[in-house]
C-alpha cells in the first residue's frame, strides 16, 4: 500500500509562490501517474494537476494553467507542485493522488495523501 505525504502548504500573500512535495511510501510512484487536486471549505474536491509515470504528459486545470507546474522525480519517489503567481482563490487544502487515471471529464485517485494546507491572503 503507498502512502503519499504532502508538505509544503503555508501563508503567502497574493503573487506569491510555494511549492509542494508529494514523497510515497510503500512502493515505487516510477509506474503511476501523480496527480494534485485541493478542496476548499464548502467545495468539492478539485483537479488541479496530473503528470503521467513517465513524465511525458501534463495535464492542468484551467485556473492553474500558466501558474502551476507539476513535477516528478522518481529517483525520489517524489512529486512536485509549484504554484506561481498565487491568488486568494488558490486558497485549500492541496491533496497528492498516487495512481491517477482518467475519470469522466475529469480525474481521479487511487492513493490519497492528508493534504496540505495552502492559504493565500489578499
Known amino acids: 500500500q503507498v502512502q503519499p505525504v504532502e508538505s509544503g502548504g503555508g501563508l503567502v500573500q497574493a503573487g506569491g509562490s510555494l511549492r509542494l512535495s508529494c514523497v510515497a511510501s510503500?512502493?515505487?510512484?516510477?509506474?503511476?501517474?501523480m496527480g494534485w487536486f485541493r478542496q476548499a471549505p464548502g467545495n468539492e474536491r478539485e483537479f488541479v494537476a496530473v503528470?503521467?509515470?513517465?513524465?511525458?504528459?501534463?495535464y492542468y486545470a484551467d485556473s492553474v494553467k500558466g501558474r502551476f507546474t507539476i513535477s516528478r522525480d522518481n529517483s525520489k519517489n517524489t512529486a512536485y507542485l509549484q504554484m506561481n503567481s498565487l491568488k486568494p482563490e488558490d486558497t485549500a487544502v492541496y491533496y497528492c493522488a498516487v495512481g491517477t487515471y482518467r475519470c469522466g471529464s475529469s480525474w481521479c485517485g487511487d492513493s490519497w495523501g492528508q493534504g496540505t494546507q495552502v492559504t493565500v491572503s489578499s
Open positions: 503528470i503521467t509515470w513517465s513524465g511525458g504528459n501534463t
Open positions: 510503500g512502493r515505487t510512484i516510477s509506474g503511476y501517474n
